[in-house]
Nanobody, 115 residues
Framework: QVQLVESGGGLVHAGGSLRLSCAAS????????MDWYRQAPGKQRELVAT???????NYADSVKGRCTISRDNAKNTLYLQMNSLKPEDSAVYFC?????????WGQGTQVTVSS
């Protein structure tokens, strides 16, 4: 069992930066594929970034070049550094840990970017 708790969200002006964190409890964090998702009001949840257990990363086109996903396995923590934020980045951001058949989600942290 893994519990995920996101933090670091908040209100920021366009062009600003935020670093989101996702703290994982439980064992074997290093073996999970970790994702960041986001969901804006009235929209579907979308994948923002992924990092594998080996450190390979992938990004949605909408955030490529502006966001960096990373993980610290010693601290059981996932990060998302977001720079050059835009109003369209406003959403609830969720982290996800998956290693088939296990699949865990956090409860999310709100990011609001003002224009």
């Amino acid at each position: 069992q893994v519990q995920l708790v996101e933090s670091g969200g908040g209100l920021v002006h366009a062009g600003g930066s935020l670093r989101l964190s996702c703290a994982a409890s439980g064992s074997s964090f290093e073996f999970y594929i970790m994702d960041w998702y986001r969901q804006a009001p009235g929209k579907q949840r979308e994948l923002v970034a992924t990092i594998t257990s080996g450190g390979t990363t992938n990004y949605a086109d909408s955030v490529k070049g502006r966001c960096t996903i990373s993980r610290d396995n010693a601290k059981n923590t996932l990060y998302l550094q977001m720079n050059s934020l835009k109003p369209e980045d406003s959403a609830v951001y969720f982290c996800r840990a998956r290693a088939y058949p296990s699949d865990y989600w956090g409860q999310g942290t709100q990011v609001t970017v003002s224009s």
